[in-house]
């Protein structure tokens, strides 16, 4: 009877918030799919069904496809680049150093630091005029030139850099936990083996964190795909669209160009490259649980 | 610009129209004239609006998008603003057709707005005949501006067309300056391309790009006009792409470039770096000849509110705003023109009284922003961008441009 009463209770004080979910998270997602099959301009209109059209012009968008690919190079780079790094920083200040709170603290910080701060901070860096490359010339190197923000074939290697001195802290940190709770035994067979330091890092210890990965990796792709006041602050999609990424596409659709049907077509798009990335890992997941 | 200002003033104003449900009749005019130069501009029609017996509770918001975006969501949660500043053309008719708007023929009529604004405007402001909207400055966007000094010294005569400043590019480029100044941001570089399109075709192929007429974006003139934007690229610096319009002014200004093209409301940088437009900055309407003048109109519009105190407010404000001593003040200090025609020319600049002899010569055109369905005028401002900073050819070009407002229609 108590228990039935418990269990009565803790329903009924999850209820709201269930209810909230529903409506704000599935309802919407819901709106959004319907709004994105209507050829709604301003405001939404559902008396305009068009079915699957939005869609086709989406891909037929130059633009589009740009800011699409742009989000899978850029998420490619940028997973590279911050794994390989963060492992190695971890794997470094796992070495028992001095100051290791101290080291920790300065690969963490940027990560306090809001993405459109980091935006205009590397903005200011990486300008030929007020950054890196004035300061370089001033020491007399004339022929030092960093151009990533002005030329299109580069500007993606921006978005890494700065997107990586933000995220690099959490991967760091994720990894640093990781090789915490590996086995003190195991370094200790290890080393009456006689096998050097970076194969058991290489063939042991890496190989057990792999469930790390993958969370840095899950962590990491949504934060790609949901990537948006970094580039707003940063390049603002330029030069020309050449750093556009979907969810500026999105924003402007909807809210500058007056086009909420194809505005809503590309979030469905970016809802399911989100959904490709976190259903084989909650499956994953579950399957490791059983 | 506009980019920063949108986001922050949707924040800030989402968070105010919540807190602003209120038994009491909102009075509140909403507005985006918040920089310097603007916000001193409005101070003028808001002292003569109380003046006139009216009560001005202050909604700015930062930037134009956002304002409407504010005055909209405000209206359709049933807050509306008693009147709110508003652009000409499409923007304003969806309004109307949503019956969201008072019209303003109880001022119009008597006051006779039919004799004194120019026809051009008439058919941008009036709804099913009626006006809905009081129109107060005109903005001209085909502008060249020329640094007088920076001639003087290169030895040639500053020139007034595409094909002129061609033959006189490599010449300044020779003596150490930038041909041309350009932000490289899309909506800087669609004024050019807006230039452009009047140097190769006209007003007529420039009202049929802006009506997005498909054939005219596919024609062989459009390869002419993509060909002339791969000759500017060659005119440029190489700190061009992404810089800001003010920054992009001051490469005018302190002589480092020969020649900008941009709209009038440069002439607030000139003068902020003490120079005179007409004297040490030359203007001419872009390109000389073409007799167009690409304008970006903007007044106030009363919201479909029906008690009897809104209703006297939204009579004052119209009847403000057309009111020519204030139009002539208004202008001087934003640097718009006026939208009515009797004004006194009295103390505007060189390149003001051309504009507006101009637009007394019926050769107002409306740029896209006014007329174009905006996904698609977005699309020729993504593929000009994209143009502008990328290797394609210009049949390439053309061959996109169509291709991108066909999926915007």
């Known amino acids: 009877m108590r228990l039935r009463i418990r269990r009565f209770i803790s329903q009924l004080v999850l209820s709201p918030s269930l209810a909230l979910v529903a409506v704000f998270l599935y309802g919407f997602i819901g709106w959004t799919v319907a709004v994105s099959t209507t050829a709604s301009k301003a405001s939404p209109r559902f008396d305009r069904f068009v079915g699957l059209e939005q869609y086709v012009r989406l891909f037929d968008t130059p633009r589009w496809n740009v800011a699409f690919s742009n989000m899978f190079l850029f998420g490619f780079l940028f997973l590279v680049v911050t794994i390989g790094f963060g492992l190695l920083i971890a794997v470094l200040i796992d070495q028992r150093i001095r100051f290791e709170g101290v080291f920790r603290s300065i690969v963490m910080y940027p990560m306090a630091m809001s993405f459109v701060v980091t935006g205009v901070v590397w903005q200011w860096l990486l300008s030929p005029t007020l950054g890196i490359q004035s300061l370089v010339a001033g020491w007399g190197f004339t022929g030092f030139h960093i151009d990533w923000l002005t030329n299109p074939s580069t500007v993606i290697w921006a978005l890494v850099v700065a997107a990586f001195w933000q995220g690099c802290g959490l991967a760091m940190a994720l990894f640093l936990a990781g090789l915490r709770g590996i086995d003190e035994d195991i370094w200790k067979a290890a080393a009456v083996d006689g096998i050097p330091a970076w194969r058991v890092y290489l063939h042991i210890v890496v190989p057990m964190l792999a469930p790390v990965f993958l969370t840095v990796i899950v962590l990491q792709s949504l934060a790609i795909v949901r990537a948006f006041d970094l580039v707003v602050a940063l390049t603002n999609g330029g030069p020309g669209v050449s750093s556009d990424l979907p969810s500026v596409f999105m924003f402007d659709m909807a809210f500058r160009r007056a086009n909420l049907g194809l505005s809503a077509a590309s979030a469905v798009v970016m809802l399911g490259t989100v959904l490709a990335i976190l259903v084989p890992y909650l499956y994953v997941e579950s399957r490791e649980r059983r | ?409």
């Open chain 2, 1 to 409: 610009m506009a980019n920063w200002k949108t986001l922050t003033g949707v924040v800030v104003a989402l968070s105010f129209s919540t807190a602003g449900v209120s038994a009491a009749p909102d009075t509140s005019i909403i507005h985006w004239w918040t920089a310097g130069g603007e916000a001193a501009a409005l101070r003028i029609l808001v002292d003569a609006f109380e003046k006139n017996g009216g009560k001005w509770k202050d909604s700015p918001v930062a930037g134009g998008e956002a304002a409407r975006m504010v005055a909209r969501t405000r209206i359709l949660g049933g807050d509306p603003p008693t009147a709110m500043q508003w652009q000409f053309g499409n923007n304003l008719f969806a309004l109307a057709e949503e019956k969201l708007l008072n019209d303003l023929d109880d001022v119009a009529k008597p006051d006779g707005w039919d004799k004194v604004l120019p026809p051009q405007i008439q058919a941008q402001i009036k709804y099913e005949g009626k006006y809905v909207i009081a129109p107060l400055g005109l903005h001209g966007r085909n502008w060249l501006w020329s640094n007088t000094e920076v001639f003087a010294k290169v030895g040639v005569a500053a020139p007034k067309t595409w094909a002129e400043i061609d033959a006189v590019a490599e010449k300044i480029r020779a003596a150490g300056y930038i041909p041309l100044a350009l932000g490289g941001q899309s909506w800087q570089e669609l004024i050019v391309f807006e230039t452009v399109v009047l140097e190769v075709g006209g007003a007529e192929m420039f009202k049929k790009v802006t009506a997005l007429d498909l054939d005219t974006l596919g024609s062989p003139k459009m390869v002419d006009v993509f060909r002339q934007l791969e000759k500017i690229k060659g005119y440029l610096d190489p700190g061009s792409p992404g810089r800001d319009w003010n920054i992009t002014a001051g490469l005018l200004t302190s002589g480092k470039a020969a020649l900008f093209v941009h709209g009038d409301w440069a002439k607030g940088e000139f003068a902020g770096a003490g120079k005179s437009p007409g004297k040490d900055i030359g203007c001419t309407i872009f390109p000389a000849g073409r007799n167009v003048y690409v304008y970006n109109g903007d007044g106030f519009a009363a919201t479909a509110v029906t008690d009897a105190d809104r209703r006297k407010a939204q009579t004052i404000l119209a009847r403000t705003v057309m009111d020519p001593a204030l139009q002539h003040a208004f202008s001087i200090r934003k640097g718009s023109i006026p939208s009515r025609l009797d004004v006194s020319v009295d103390g505007f600049d060189p390149c003001a009284q051309a504009a507006y002899a101009a637009s007394g010569a019926g050769q107002l055109v409306e740029t896209g922003d006014l007329v174009s369905e905006p996904t698609g005028w977005g699309a020729i401002q993504d593929t000009v961008t994209a143009f502008m900073h990328g290797k394609q050819s210009p049949e390439a070009g053309v061959e996109a441009l169509v291709r991108a407002v066909k999926a915007a229609k």
